[in-house]
């Protein structure tokens, strides 16, 4: 079956960076899009990024855009979420998401078929 795994959250002081990796098996990765959402405590799911198969597009969210990269490696069925000028209120918990089509844009946690137990992100200030 579908396994997603998040690795690489921790605590990191206000304005630092992180580099979250999702590592997935028991599916062809390049067929599925990739996306990431994060959960802060008594907050709805909140969509982060998402990649196409390829890789050649992507789209953030509003809160992370221009601070935040989505990518991924194929040959390592990996995608990644590398994050930088981390705020207090980028503290959640974040997942990984998959889904088995060419189309990506979708921000709604519905959409998204298969998904990882998640990694903390706390941000200290």
């Known amino acids: 079956q579908v396994q997603l795994v998040e690795s690489g959250g921790g605590l990191v002081q206000a304005g630092g960076s992180l580099r979250l990796s999702c590592e997935a098996s028991g599916l062809t990765f390049s067929s599925y899009a990739m996306g990431w959402f994060r959960q802060a405590p008594g907050k709805e799911r909140e969509f982060v990024a998402a990649?196409?198969?390829?890789?050649?597009?992507?789209v953030y969210g509003d809160s992370v855009q221009g601070r935040f990269t989505i990518s991924r490696a194929n040959a390592k069925n990996t995608a990644y979420l590398q994050m930088s000028s981390l705020q207090p209120e980028d503290t959640a918990v974040y997942y990984c998401?998959?889904?088995?089509?060419?189309?990506?844009?979708?921000?709604?946690?519905?959409?998204?078929?298969?998904w990882g137990p998640g990694t903390q992100v706390t941000v200290s200030s």
């Open positions: 998401a998959a889904r088995p089509s060419s189309l990506y844009t979708f921000s709604y946690r519905g959409a998204w078929d298969h």
């Open positions: 990649i196409s198969r390829s890789g050649g597009g992507t």
